[in-house]
Protein backbone atom coordinates (compact mmCIF):
# COMPACT_ATOMS: atom_id res chain seq x y z
CA UNK A 1 0.00 0.00 0.00
CA UNK A 2 1.05 3.56 -0.84
CA UNK A 3 -0.01 6.84 0.83
CA UNK A 4 0.53 10.13 -0.28
CA UNK A 5 -0.69 13.39 1.11
CA UNK A 6 -1.67 16.66 -0.43
CA UNK A 7 0.64 19.54 1.01
CA UNK A 8 -0.88 21.46 3.43
CA UNK A 9 -2.80 18.54 5.08
CA UNK A 10 -2.51 17.25 8.51
CA UNK A 11 -1.78 14.06 9.84
CA UNK A 12 -4.20 13.40 12.62
CA UNK A 13 -7.46 11.37 13.22
CA UNK A 14 -8.58 14.95 14.51
CA UNK A 15 -7.37 18.44 14.86
CA UNK A 16 -5.69 20.54 16.81
CA UNK A 17 -9.06 22.28 18.11
CA UNK A 18 -11.20 18.85 19.13
CA UNK A 19 -7.59 17.72 20.78
CA UNK A 20 -7.55 21.03 22.85
CA UNK A 21 -10.80 19.66 24.10
CA UNK A 22 -9.57 16.17 24.67
CA UNK A 23 -6.56 17.49 26.45
CA UNK A 24 -9.28 19.46 28.62
CA UNK A 25 -6.96 18.66 31.87
CA UNK A 26 -4.02 20.18 30.26
CA UNK A 27 -5.93 23.56 29.11
CA UNK A 28 -7.14 23.82 33.07
CA UNK A 29 -3.31 23.26 34.20
CA UNK A 30 -2.46 25.67 31.96
CA UNK A 31 -4.76 28.36 32.63
CA UNK A 32 -4.39 27.92 36.28
CA UNK A 33 -0.61 28.66 36.40
CA UNK A 34 -0.93 32.07 34.46
CA UNK A 35 0.03 34.98 35.90
CA UNK A 36 -3.25 36.79 35.74
CA UNK A 37 -5.72 33.77 36.98
CA UNK A 38 -2.90 33.40 40.08
CA UNK A 39 -2.89 36.75 40.98
CA UNK A 40 -6.38 36.98 41.48
CA UNK A 41 -7.14 33.79 42.69
CA UNK A 42 -4.59 34.79 45.78
CA UNK A 43 -6.23 37.91 45.96
CA UNK A 44 -9.56 36.38 46.43
CA UNK A 45 -8.35 33.84 48.93
CA UNK A 46 -7.04 36.72 51.15
CA UNK A 47 -9.39 39.18 50.81
CA UNK A 48 -12.61 40.68 52.94
CA UNK A 49 -16.22 39.70 52.37
CA UNK A 50 -17.46 42.81 50.87
CA UNK A 51 -14.87 42.75 47.73
CA UNK A 52 -14.61 39.00 47.37
CA UNK A 53 -17.73 39.07 44.78
CA UNK A 54 -16.33 41.62 42.91
CA UNK A 55 -12.83 39.77 42.43
CA UNK A 56 -14.57 36.24 41.95
CA UNK A 57 -16.36 38.23 39.19
CA UNK A 58 -13.05 39.64 37.45
CA UNK A 59 -11.66 36.23 38.26
CA UNK A 60 -14.17 34.35 36.03
CA UNK A 61 -14.07 36.66 33.46
CA UNK A 62 -9.93 36.56 32.84
CA UNK A 63 -10.16 33.07 33.41
CA UNK A 64 -12.50 32.86 30.72
CA UNK A 65 -10.45 34.54 27.99
CA UNK A 66 -7.35 33.26 29.77
CA UNK A 67 -8.99 29.55 29.29
CA UNK A 68 -9.96 30.21 25.37
CA UNK A 69 -6.09 31.83 24.89
CA UNK A 70 -4.78 28.02 26.23
CA UNK A 71 -7.08 26.38 24.16
CA UNK A 72 -5.93 27.87 21.13
CA UNK A 73 -1.75 27.42 22.02
CA UNK A 74 -2.70 23.80 22.92
CA UNK A 75 -4.71 23.22 19.49
CA UNK A 76 -1.82 24.64 18.06
CA UNK A 77 1.13 22.95 19.43
CA UNK A 78 -1.02 19.63 18.48
CA UNK A 79 -1.37 20.82 14.94
CA UNK A 80 2.50 21.65 14.77
CA UNK A 81 3.74 17.74 16.23
CA UNK A 82 0.90 15.83 13.91
CA UNK A 83 2.14 17.86 11.15
CA UNK A 84 2.35 16.23 7.62
CA UNK A 85 5.88 16.22 7.48
CA UNK A 86 6.62 14.74 10.78
CA UNK A 87 4.07 11.70 9.71
CA UNK A 88 6.40 11.45 5.98
CA UNK A 89 9.49 11.41 8.67
CA UNK A 90 8.15 8.57 10.53
CA UNK A 91 6.80 6.72 7.39
CA UNK A 92 3.23 7.34 8.25
CA UNK A 93 2.88 8.87 5.00
CA UNK A 94 5.27 7.98 1.82
CA UNK A 95 5.13 11.03 -0.22
CA UNK A 96 3.66 14.34 -0.47
CA UNK A 97 2.41 15.86 -3.47
CA UNK A 98 1.67 19.70 -4.35
CA UNK A 99 -1.98 19.88 -4.77
CA UNK A 100 -1.12 20.89 -8.80
CA UNK A 101 0.54 17.27 -9.08
CA UNK A 102 -2.80 15.20 -7.55
CA UNK A 103 -3.95 14.27 -10.73
CA UNK A 104 -0.92 12.82 -12.05
CA UNK A 105 -0.07 10.87 -9.09
CA UNK A 106 -3.01 9.38 -8.80
CA UNK A 107 -3.32 7.78 -12.35
CA UNK A 108 0.07 7.13 -12.06
CA UNK A 109 -0.52 5.59 -8.74
CA UNK A 110 -3.42 3.39 -10.19
CA UNK A 111 -1.27 2.28 -13.06
CA UNK A 112 1.69 1.45 -11.02
CA UNK A 113 -1.03 -0.62 -9.13
CA UNK A 114 -2.37 -2.84 -12.16
CA UNK A 115 0.43 -3.49 -13.39
CA UNK A 116 1.58 -5.13 -10.22
CA UNK A 117 -2.15 -6.91 -9.92
CA UNK A 118 -1.65 -7.85 -13.47
CA UNK A 119 1.89 -9.08 -13.38
CA UNK A 120 2.44 -11.18 -9.86
CA UNK A 121 5.85 -11.68 -8.90
CA UNK A 122 7.23 -14.85 -10.68
CA UNK A 123 4.82 -14.87 -13.82
CA UNK A 124 5.62 -14.74 -17.03
CA UNK A 125 4.30 -11.53 -18.55
CA UNK A 126 3.84 -12.65 -21.95
CA UNK A 127 0.80 -14.49 -22.42
CA UNK A 128 -3.02 -14.11 -21.62
CA UNK A 129 -3.93 -15.07 -18.98
CA UNK A 130 -0.54 -15.03 -17.50
CA UNK A 131 0.79 -18.27 -16.13
CA UNK A 132 2.70 -18.03 -12.85
CA UNK A 133 4.59 -21.65 -13.17
CA UNK A 134 2.84 -22.42 -9.98
CA UNK A 135 -0.47 -23.20 -11.31
CA UNK A 136 -1.88 -19.52 -10.32
CA UNK A 137 -3.06 -17.34 -13.14
CA UNK A 138 -3.02 -13.79 -13.46
CA UNK A 139 -4.97 -11.57 -15.52
CA UNK A 140 -8.42 -12.42 -17.89
CA UNK A 141 -7.94 -13.53 -21.48
CA UNK A 142 -9.30 -10.12 -23.60
Given at each position: ?????VEG????????????????????????????????SEL???????????????????????????????????????????????????????????????????????????????????????????????????
Amino acid sequence: METAAVEGAFASVIGGTPAATVFAREVRTRTAADPRVRKLSELLNTTDDPHAAIIRAHLTEISAAVRSQKLGEVAQEFDQIHSIHRALAVGSVDRIIPASELRPYLIDAIGRGLARDLNPVGCQKSAWPVSCGDGRVSGRAS
